[in-house]
């Protein structure tokens, strides 16, 4: 069940995540990495968020990025061109390690503070994402698929399968994805 589910849940789980947060976002006072967000914001743009676009702007931009990226990987849909839109989040998500590590790492002894213990569970967020674009680069289809593709019985009988081919087993081949 692992195996044939297994991506799925990851898909579906890490959709939600997304989803969640970015709905939270579209709500003034109500996501607690608020301050966060703008803080990084501010200067990834160089200052530029809250000088040249007010800050709510750049806040409903990220919610509605996190909720197009919750979406896609909730549905399994498109996925294939919001990886890259996700790429670009999670760099976002992940930049305070560099850019504010005074503010993330100011617990005793240099402990992370709540905010960094928040950037740092996105790690996992970043490991899940490899795993579910690598899948997602092999895939024929717009989707991410749950399964290893099941081979085509059709091919099967119109040539000879060796028993040591991988084809045989119900995976397809590098080549043939």
Same mark, same amino acid.
């Given at each position: 069940m692992?195996?044939?589910?297994?991506?799925t849940?990851?898909?579906?789980?890490?959709?939600?995540?997304?989803l969640g947060f970015?709905?939270?976002?579209?709500?003034?006072?109500?996501?607690?990495?608020?301050?966060?967000?703008? +803080?990084?914001i501010?200067?990834?743009t160089?200052?530029a968020?809250p000088?040249?676009?007010?800050? =709510?702007?750049?806040?409903? %931009?990220?919610?509605?990025?996190?909720? *197009?990226?919750?979406?896609s990987? *909730?549905?399994g849909?498109?996925?294939?061109?919001v990886?890259?839109?996700?790429?670009?989040?999670l760099?976002?998500?992940? =930049?305070?390690?560099?850019?504010?590590?005074?503010r993330l790492?100011?617990?005793?002894?240099?402990?992370p503070?709540?905010? %960094?213990?928040?950037?740092?569970?996105?790690? *996992?967020?970043?490991?899940?994402?490899i795993v579910?674009?690598t899948r997602? =680069?092999?895939?024929?289809?717009?989707?991410?698929?749950? *399964?290893p593709?099941?081979?085509?019985?059709r091919?099967?009988?119109? +040539?000879?399968?060796? +028993?040591?081919?991988?084809?045989?087993a119900?995976f397809r081949?590098?080549?043939?994805?």
């Amino acid at each position: 069940m692992a195996v044939r589910h297994g991506l799925t849940l990851l898909r579906i789980s890490m959709g939600l995540v997304f989803l969640g947060f970015g709905v939270l976002k579209f709500f003034p006072g109500v996501s607690p990495a608020e301050k966060l967000v703008e +803080a990084t914001i501010h200067e990834l743009t160089g200052g530029a968020v809250p000088a040249l676009v007010p800050f =709510s702007v750049a806040l409903a %931009g990220t919610a509605a990025l996190e909720c *197009v990226i919750g979406l896609s990987l *909730v549905t399994g849909w498109w996925f294939h061109r919001v990886r890259y839109l996700l790429a670009l989040e999670l760099a976002g998500i992940l =930049s305070p390690l560099a850019l504010l590590p005074s503010r993330l790492f100011s617990g005793p002894g240099h402990a992370p503070t709540l905010e %960094g213990q928040y950037v740092l569970k996105d790690i *996992v967020l970043l490991a899940a994402a490899i795993v579910l674009a690598t899948r997602a =680069s092999t895939a024929d289809s717009s989707t991410v698929p749950a *399964v290893p593709a099941q081979r085509d019985h059709r091919a099967a009988a119109a +040539a000879p399968v060796r +028993a040591t081919d991988p084809v045989a087993a119900g995976f397809r081949t590098t080549r043939e994805r």
